[in-house]
């Protein structure tokens, strides 16, 4: 009988001879799936790695591009800070991962960015939280037309040709949003005001939605205001709830859904109007200032998201696109809900 390859496993297996010798080698960057599936193609081929390595091809590198928006908040920081320490770390695997910051909200920029990314560059590129805009996406197309995998990260562009989001299901974060908001203030009927970062935003226009769901749906007892901006910028945020709070029918706010992450201008807002105890808000990201809030009362839940996972899936979601290795259905990162009763 013929000796089993290395070829054969990853024919059997449907992945890349590069995989495979990860696999063999107990490197990094290969989901667990993945594993199993090459684990299970050795077995039953019965190979046998020899002494002499099979014809591999050169380890090939990776140079993966992370076009980042740029922000103040916590979550930025600490998803950028993700970025650059997974370039230190993956070097020794031939993963080279350079970060560019574009413009908060600036289409424009991170479009001509995308414009200038040519295949013999790089192999890959994240976008980490751009607008859902027309050039944008156009931006996109283009890249992978010539060659360039994308995927998004945080916020998605579904319609453009990007080939896999990394991030938490928006719509669902909104919608239990809204149904913890509905459930705190079923004994006082008034208004929910929702402050969002722009309606640029896919994550906060889809957390949004999943909110106005539920509530319109089954808490007829809130009336859902038009969504403030703040564009996660703290003064703006502490600005436009402040105007609301301390206008005629401030008294009649009873719940706050904070979508985006300028929480300090949040809070600051309700301490000046003395409304941080009886007015329900939830917010999204476990940072320094959201976590004193929960445990100080003025935030009642948190929504939160991993940062680092997401950027350490970005990059093994684009390495499986440059071996040519088949992706699985739609994973989100999980949404984790925080009270003051189960903080890390």
């Known amino acids: 009988m013929k000796k ?18 990860r696999v063999l080698n107990n490197r990094s960057g290969v989901r667990l799936q993945t594993v199993e599936k090459v684990l299970k193609a050795i077995l039953k081929l ?3 790695p020899g002494i002499l390595p099979d014809k591999l091809p050169k380890s090939r590198s990776y140079r993966l591009l992370f076009i980042v928006r740029e922000g103040r908040t916590s979550f930025m920081v600490r998803l950028g800070e993700a970025v ?11 993963v080279y991962i350079e970060k560019r910051l574009v413009g908060a909200f600036d289409g424009t920029n991170a479009a001509d960015m995308l414009d200038g990314v ?35 990260v945080v916020s998605d562009l579904p319609s453009s040709a990007r080939s ?21 203030t079923l004994a006082s009927p008034g208004n929910l005001a929702v402050v969002m970062a722009s309606l640029s935003l896919r994550d906060h226009v889809e957390r949004h939605l999943g909110c106005a769901q539920v509530v319109q749906a089954e808490f007829p007892h809130l009336t859902l205001l038009p969504p403030l901006e703040g564009r996660d910028n703290p003064e703006d945020t502490f600005t436009i709830v402040n105007t609301l709070l301390s206008g005629p029918n401030g008294k009649n706010v009873k719940a706050i859904y904070s979508s985006g992450a300028a929480n300090q201008g949040l809070i600051e807002a309700l301490v000046k109007n003395e409304r941080q ?23 009642d ?17 684009l390495r499986q696109l440059c071996d040519s290795e088949p992706l699985e259905r739609q994973n989100f990162i999980s949404t984790d809900i925080y009270f003051p009763d189960n903080l890390p």
């Open 46 to 48: 019965n190979y046998k």
């Open 118 to 152: 040519q295949p013999q560059d790089w192999d890959g590129v994240a976008m980490v939280m751009v607008p859902d805009l027309p050039l944008v996406k156009q931006a996109i197309d283009g890249c992978v037309e010539r060659g360039v995998k994308v995927v998004t």
């Open 4 to 21: 089993a390859t290395i070829n054969d496993v990853a024919k059997a297996a449907k992945v890349s001879v590069a995989t495979v010798d």
């Open 277 to 299: 105890k009886d007015i329900v808000t939830i917010s999204h990201e476990l940072t320094p200032r959201s976590r004193r809030a929960l445990l100080d009362g003025t935030f």
């Open 84 to 94: 650059d320490e997974l370039s230190e770390r993956l070097k020794d695997e031939n």
């Open 164 to 184: 896999y989001f990394v991030g938490i299901d928006n719509i669902a974060a909104g919608r239990v949003a809204g149904r913890l908001l509905g459930r705190f």
């Open 301 to 317: 839940a948190i929504l939160s998201q991993d940062a680092e996972r997401e950027a350490s899936q970005a990059v093994t979601l």
